[in-house]
């Protein structure tokens, strides 16, 4: 079973750039899709990018053309770019993957777009 761990999260400002990064331990790494979620205290936790193992990207529409998930099979890696931040883009943010019925999850990292 894979494990996930995220790191790259933050303070910025608004209207700057930031990456996350998703690293995977476990074999089998290829089949597995991979997700960014996040989560406001008190709010369900959302999908942002979801990319599936054949490369198939999907955003949700208030992130669509800001940020980009991409990943390095080669390194177990999966990565968010997130570009152009706003204050309601401040969230806990988690890496999943899913393979067959089996859905990991990392422990997060906290982004926060503020003056």
């Known amino acids: 079973q894979v494990q996930l761990v995220e790191s790259g999260g933050g303070l910025v400002q608004p209207g700057e750039t930031l990456t996350l990064s998703c690293a995977a331990s476990?074999?089998?790494?290829?089949?597995?899709?991979m997700a960014w979620y996040r989560q406001v205290p008190g709010q369900q936790r959302e999908l942002v990018a979801r990319?599936?193992?054949?490369?198939?990207?999907v955003y949700r529409p208030s992130v669509k053309g800001r940020f980009t998930i991409s990943r390095d099979d080669a390194k177990n890696m999966v990565y968010l770019y997130m570009n152009i931040l706003k204050p309601e883009d401040t969230a806990v943010y988690y890496c999943?993957?899913?393979?067959?019925?089996?859905?990991?999850w990392g422990q997060g990292t906290q982004v926060t777009v503020s003056s």
């Open positions: 476990g074999s089998r790494f290829t089949l597995y899709a």
């Open positions: 990319m599936l193992h054949h490369g198939e990207t």
């Open positions: 999943q993957a899913v393979q067959g019925g089996s859905i990991t």
